[in-house]
């Protein structure tokens, strides 16, 4: 088993023995980041079922597709639209991707 894996079910496991009284809110932001997240999986993004995201990362350049689009949303934020929440939304959904990509890159190497 992967040093990932074993993190991952090790997170899995704390989360089931205690509840976490979050200082910041991460709980409840969690929740919206997860409901903002499904949202793009319904909305014009998605065409058949597939994002373009998907073609970016299948021909190797999701990483800079993923930390490009991180630095957009991080610069907007209090620019183009006030401070939009859902410019921070992205830049975290866009981080998640990129994990995504790195894991995908680390296990291909393996």
Known sequence: ??????????????????????????????EELKTYIDSTYDSHYSQNKFQATEFIMDSGHGEGFCIG?????????????GYDRSDLLKVVHYGIMALHNHDRSENETK
């Open 69 to 81: 689009n991180i630095m957009k949303y991080a610069q907007r934020y209090g620019k183009k639209n």
């Open 1 to 30: 088993m992967t040093l990932r894996r074993l993190n991952r079910k090790k997170i899995r496991e704390m989360a089931k023995l205690e509840d976490i009284d979050y200082k910041y809110g991460e709980g409840q932001i969690l």
